[in-house]
């Protein structure tokens, strides 16, 4: 049997940490296309209605073109505060629950002034929205820089306990009066002072979708033009040197958790003030979990992470386009994400290590 | 407000309610003793909870739904062991891989399996000893796998504390290159561990779907995965404490069911969102002060081995 070793690379390659997502796009098409197939369904029809349909076929197209800004917007959003904590080290995967309260409070706002007509209302509710968010992930960073406690469980953690206030909100405090006792707040996006609509008809272009743009940019230029991207970046490579270096371990937490969690809380806003319109029970569809793939997938990396959250999105389209034409289980699309996390993982491997053939000098 | 509820029925029964806890964070203690930082219990127990009721559904045994519980956790755990003893990937991110994969795979899997009732778990047959007041309610009146979570945690403690397996798991956890200095195989004893791991979340899962709840539903496990996980730092990797730490839990929960049946005037969602609530106040209390559960978490934990000689 040939053998495998692997030999660490004094650098990681240029050539494959481009390479990985692409590879692992691939890999998880094939993985993808067996388990489409265990279904009973054609693989290779399911993997074009999925990543072919949405943006080329003439019938699909108009709509489903407009519906990848929108659904990339929030993914982008997301994933490029996370990436900036990810990349110090300082873990927080309860955007989901970031999301939840930027959008509830964000929302407050509106409903609070309904039905006035102010011009300012809608920043107003940007800036709720945000501060809903960032007060969500001060939480887990304080309870990590004061009393050391673990920021993956409590911002986590957080999630559940978001999930049941907007439950409570959407059944009781935030419920549209008028709504004849169902569940979920008034409309939001047919209130015009509130309302985050289409810019440009027939784009899907709306100010989330430009935050996200504006996010990229920022962090592009903070990453690799400020101090502050420095010390990001060496906190996470090398914590010792950026102690010595003089980067403040606990106002790095607290920033990368506050940014994050203001992203977050942005993107739960313009979600419920635009193509979601109201707090409901379920107006989040995990957009905060599965942007933890999207700043994977993106390497990290701001214009990487333009690029997967656009892919996430078609994704998510062409997900429900095949649900809609083949009857592909709408949890076989969230398997087939999570299958993409795992081969890029996996792949990871040839960016950080030679892989070599041939016999081992000595066991391991 | 408790004048309604009796001790003896509120101790049985959280007994019952910490059970998938028990054997996650049991299972999850071991792996983390060998130095590995398994996130996806979560993922694991909810694959676990729908294989087990596949598997329950399916043959009409309860016990072989246990059985395909493990098999269900311990095969998404091989996932795991894979990427990151072979792979070498990052602990953290293969661990949210593995939940956010195992919540969809789940839910495709238990498509077909929606509102079944599984077979019956029956308490085991203590005959007049059940019949004790307040003893036998708590002592002799459930069934075989409260009685198997115990018995795990005694187990663990043993073999942890007295035996040579234990020893090299320690030693693999707290320095794996010492120890791969003196010929443990690390590797493999870490793939041991993770499939322990999952086994032991997956068997936690199905009691969810088989006894807890029992029925299939999208997403049953709601987040005991997490709460195993901090339970482990509560009891700062010692089997004893995480028992302590599930029943403390256990306790909570049932009686905000309790609360919440007996119509008190807090709001559902608020008295839902306790048990959440309460694992963060403890893991704040453990993480600080004089608890410093991080001064006995494994010296190696989360840290990627890679054989260089």
Redesign the interface.
Same mark, same amino acid.
Request: proline share 2%.
């Given at each position: 049997m040939p053998m495998l070793r692997l030999e660490k690379r004094p650098s990681p390659s240029r050539f494959w940490q481009g390479m990985t997502p692409v590879l692992a796009v691939v890999l998880t098409m094939i993985a993808g296309g067996i388990l489409f197939a265990a279904l009973g369904k054609n693989p290779v029809e399911a993997i074009r209605t999925i990543f072919w349909d949405p943006l080329f076929n003439a019938q699909f197209a108009s709509y489903s073109r407009p519906q990848l800004l929108v659904k990339a917007g929030p993914l982008i959003l997301i994933a490029i505060g996370l990436s900036l904590g990810f990349r110090a080290g300082i873990w927080n995967i309860g955007a989901e629950g970031q999301y939840i309260m930027g959008a509830l409070a964000g929302a407050a706002v509106g409903l609070a002034f309904y039905p006035a007509d102010h011009w300012f209302l809608f920043p107003l509710m940007v800036v709720a929205g945000a501060l809903g968010g960032w007060l969500w992930a001060m939480v887990p960073a304080i309870l990590k820089t004061r009393f050391n406690t673990n920021e993956i469980l409590v911002s986590l953690l957080m999630v559940y306990i978001a999930q049941n206030i907007l439950a409570s909100m959407s059944l009781g405090l935030l419920r549209n009066p008028e709504g004849g006792g169902f569940p979920g707040s008034r409309n939001l996006s047919q209130y015009p002072a509130a309302s985050n609509p289409e810019l440009i008809a027939g784009t899907g272009m709306h100010w989330g979708v430009i935050a996200a743009f504006m996010a990229v940019i920022a962090a592009y230029i903070l990453l690799q033009r400020h101090i502050l991207g420095f010390h990001i970046k060496l906190a996470g490579q090398a914590p010792r040197a950026a102690r010595f270096a003089g980067v403040n371990p606990t106002g790095l937490v607290l920033l990368c958790m506050g940014i994050s969690g203001a992203l977050a809380g942005l993107a739960g806003l313009f979600e419920v003030a635009g193509p979601a319109g109201q707090i409901s029970i379920d107006f989040n569809v995990g957009y905060g979990f599965t942007a933890i793939i999207v700043a994977f997938l993106g390497r990290l990396n701001p214009i990487g992470i333009l690029l997967a959250g656009l892919l996430m999105a078609l994704t998510y389209i062409g997900g429900e386009l095949a649900q809609f034409m083949l009857g592909l289980p709408a949890a076989a699309i969230q398997a087939f994400q999570g299958m993409l996390l795992f081969f890029l993982l996996a792949v990871d491997l040839l960016s950080n290590y030679r892989v070599r053939f041939g016999a081992r000098a000595e066991a391991a | 407000m408790f004048g309604g509820i009796d001790p003896g029925l509120l101790i049985a029964s959280l007994m019952v309610a910490s059970v998938p806890i028990i054997l996650a964070a049991i299972g999850e203690l071991v792996v983390e003793r060998a130095g590995v930082l398994n $996130?996806g219990v979560e993922g694991m127990m909810i694959m676990g909870a729908v294989c087990g009721f596949i598997m329950a559904v399916q043959t009409g045994s309860a016990v072989l739904g246990f059985v395909g519980g493990a098999l269900g956790g311990a095969a998404l755990s091989l996932?795991f062991a894979? $990427?990151t003893q072979f $792979? #070498?990937?990052?602990q953290?991110?293969?661990g $949210?891989?593995l939940t956010?994969?195992?919540?969809?795979?789940s839910? #495709?899997l238990g498509?077909g399996f929606v509102g079944i009732r599984p077979p019956a778990t029956a308490a085991l047959p203590f005959g007049a000893l059940a019949e004790i007041p307040f003893l036998g309610r708590v002592l002799f009146g459930h069934d075989w796998v409260v009685y198997l979570s115990i018995a795990s945690v005694a187990a663990t403690w043993w073999v942890l504390r007295s035996t040579r397996l234990g020893l090299i798991l320690r030693a693999v956890g707290e320095n794996h290159d010492a120890a791969h200095a003196l010929g443990y195989?690390v590797?493999r004893i870490r793939v041991l561990a993770i499939l322990f791991g999952g086994a032991m979340a997956g068997m936690g899962g199905a009691y969810v779907s088989l006894v807890r709840v029992p029925q299939w539903t999208?997403g049953i496990t709601?987040?005991a995965g997490?709460?195993a996980?901090?339970i482990v730092?509560f009891a700062a990797w010692r089997p004893w404490r995480a028992l302590i730490g599930a029943y403390l839990f256990g306790g909570i929960s049932v009686l905000q069911l309790n609360l919440q049946a007996a119509g008190a005037r807090i709001?559902v969602?608020?008295l839902?969102?306790s048990p959440?609530?309460i694992?963060?106040l403890v #893991?704040?209390i453990m993480?600080?002060?004089k608890g410093k559960a991080?001064l006995n978490a494994p010296a190696s934990l989360g840290q990627t081995f890679?054989?260089?000689?």
């Open positions: - | $996130l996932i894979l $990427l $792979l #070498l990937a990052n953290v991110a293969s $949210l891989a956010l994969f195992g919540l969809g795979l839910s #495709l498509q195989k590797r999208d709601a987040g997490w709460i996980l901090a730092v709001p969602e608020y839902s969102m959440y609530l694992t963060i #893991l704040v993480s600080s002060g991080a890679h054989a260089s000689r």
